[in-house]
């Protein structure tokens, strides 16, 4: 007898059970995880450069995975903060999976550590379908990328708990319509926090650190509307799988993706 294996379907299936697993195992060790999705080129990692010192120099144990597929210049980067940075290469792979950041993990989250930073592949189409086992999920966006990104972007920006945008220093210069910039969040998010930010400046980096610090003390909740519609299906269909694609999309490599699978972290702090 033949069957139709969904093997895209198959992948999800695994990957959220291992970020349960994941997402219980950081929660026993008071650990709350940060899920950093971006386009290459936001200023992700000049921005988390930039929270990590302060979170080392305010006292707050912090560390960092950072993902790329070739390289390790952003954990070099990062490492300059003082806060305890690991590199994992996907060696070609679009995005990173719960369990490849476990396997990262064990044997080297140091004891004690508070706030874990996860800097995931620049790309905001595939991360966004890889639940982390996160407490929070960031989507950034730089002034330069143009005021569109969250309407191209749907599921990226749809599942965020914040979106944060990058090099507000350069808003003027590049001539950034920031109304129509949080008019597509509004669309695609309706009450999703944004913050603005500029590694170069520093601004908003305090205040995008109380915010992830209020969110790890379970202060700051948002729950997005694709992931409530994630739950309605789940819980409507008995099981956390074969969610139908609200934007489908097939990469060269011959994959189908379905948007609006996965949700972030929702469930809430690590206690």
């Known amino acids: 007898m033949c069957r139709t294996v969904d093997l895209h379907q198959a992948v999800l299936a695994r990957n959220d059970e291992n970020a349960l697993a994941l997402r219980s195992y950081l929660g026993d060790r008071g650990t709350v995880a940060v899920n950093l999705l971006s386009s290459p080129g936001s200023g992700k990692t000049a921005l988390l450069e930039q ?3 302060r979170a080392v120099a305010g006292g707050t144990p912090a560390a960092a995975v950072t993902a790329d597929l070739a390289t390790e210049n952003d954990a070099t980067r990062l490492a300059r903060s003082g806060a305890p940075v690991q590199q994992i290469l996907t060696d070609g792979l679009c995005h990173l999976e719960a369990g490849m950041l476990q396997r990262r993990l064990e044997g080297w989250l140091p004891e004690g550590t508070r706030l874990l930073f996860v800097e995931n592949v620049g ?9 982390l086992g996160e407490t929070l999920r960031i989507a950034l966006a730089s002034v330069t990328e143009g005021e569109d990104k969250p309407v191209k972007y749907p599921t ?9 945008i990058t090099k507000t220093d350069l808003a003027d ?6 109304d129509a910039f949080l008019a597509g969040v509004r669309q695609v998010n309706p009450g999703v926090p944004v913050l603005e930010t500029s590694a170069r400046t520093g601004q ?6 109380a915010h992830v610090l209020r969110c790890a ?8 509307v694709l992931a409530r519609q994630h739950e309605r299906h789940t819980h409507r269909h008995g099981n956390g799988h074969g969610h139908p694609a609200e934007d489908g999309h097939t990469h060269a490599d ?6 609006g699978h996965v949700r972030p972290g929702v469930r809430g702090p690590a206690r």
């Open 204 to 209: 908003g980096v305090d205040a995008l650190l």
């Open 156 to 164: 990226a920006f749809g599942l965020a708990q914040l979106v944060v």
């Open 217 to 224: 003390a379970g202060e700051e909740t948002h729950v997005p």
């Open 51 to 53: 929270l990590l010192a």
């Open 123 to 131: 790309n905001l189409v595939c991360p966004a379908s890889y639940d």
């Open 173 to 178: 210069a590049v001539g950034f319509d920031r």
């Open 254 to 259: 011959g994959h189908t993706h379905a948007d």
